[in-house]
Nanobody, 123 residues
Framework: QVQLVESGGGLVQAGGSLRLSCGASGRTFNNYAMGWFRQAPGKEREFVAA????????NYADSVKGRFTISRDNVKNTVYLQMNSLKPEDTAVYYC????????????????WGQGTQVTVSS
């Protein structure tokens, strides 16, 4: 089992920034690729970003490319999502997820999920 706990969400004005954190405990964090997903009201959960075991490889949804940055600290067992130039359409509950060995964009392939943290961007 891997337990994931997100933090760092909140209310921010358009153009602002937030940094989400996701702390992991349980099985070896270094064996899991990590992803961030988000779900807006009335919409399906969608892929945002993913990062490989070492952190050397990342992947982003087109909608956040150039604005969001995913990173990880394998000593602190934490994955981050730096969100800049936020837009109202970024408003959603953001979830981190862990996947054995390889990152992916498909939410169904992830093994463990956090409880989510709300991000609200006002116009």
């Amino acid at each position: 089992q891997v337990q994931l706990v997100e933090s760092g969400g909140g209310l921010v004005q358009a153009g602002g920034s937030l940094r989400l954190s996701c702390g992991a405990s349980g099985r070896t964090f270094n064996n899991y690729a990590m992803g961030w997903f988000r779900q807006a009201p009335g919409k399906e959960r969608e892929f945002v970003a993913a990062i490989s075991l070492s952190g050397n490889s990342t992947n982003y949804a087109d909608s956040v490319k150039g604005r969001f940055t995913i990173s990880r600290d394998n000593v602190k067992n934490t994955v981050y999502l730096q969100m800049n130039s936020l837009k109202p359409e970024d408003t959603a509950v953001y979830y981190c997820a862990a996947r054995w060995l390889f990152p992916a964009t498909n939410k169904a392939s992830y093994d463990y999920w956090g409880q989510g943290t709300q991000v609200t961007v006002s116009s």
